[in-house]
């Protein structure tokens, strides 16, 4: 299984809402990323897990809340967003220290 | 900030041309890779080149690397509508974590 998922795949929410994005592998993969992408630019990186462990927070405002509560699972729970945080929302995993990403499909997330 | 730039922004060509895309970057790598994004979806891995390699080849794909130039080219020989999409170069920087940090992209439109 060389997939990553992504679930929702579409999700509207309101600046008082509370929603978490899912990302899943089954690859073994011990490293997995959160990456926010606007629209024609690239995507940037908001957060690094390694061995289930936060390693880097690329300066991501705190109403955005990463979690991976196992080696197969990152969430990227989401409370208070702006509108100007509407975007597509990429999950990567990876082996820690081998160059490949492995994404998944994204969240297009709207902000109301 | 990120790692590299990329032109042109957007390409259009025809059926059958080939498509070069250049990516230049900034800081010294290890090697560089190349990703592929349809429209609104996940980055697919294209092909990664190592520091020490000047050309590498894969199917329809060639990529060459002048670490002296800081850059990087991808041809695309035979172009299909299929190769409409984004296209990304990226790199790794090693900040604790491995963070990969991509170019701004070009878009590909292969006309019928």
Redesign the interface.
Known sequence: DTE?TQTPKHLVMGMTNKKSLKCEQHMGHR?M?WYKQKA??????MF?Y?YEKL??NESVPSRFSPECPNSSLLNLHLHALQPEDSA?Y?C?SSH??R????????T?LTVL | S?QGEEDPQALSIQEGENATMNCSYKTSI??L?W?RQNS??????LI?IRSNEREKHSGRLRVTLDTSKKSSSLLITASRAADTASY?CAT?II???????????T?LTINP
């Open positions: 990553v490293a990323y024609k630019k690239p995507p940037e990186l690094v390694s390693s880097i597509l990429l990567a820690p220290i160059p490949l990403r492995y994404f998944g499909p994204g297009r | 990120q290890n090697n890779q990703y609104g979806r996940g980055l697919v891995h990664l990304f790794l900040q604790g974590a491995q963070k990969l940090v991509f170019g701004q992209g878009r």
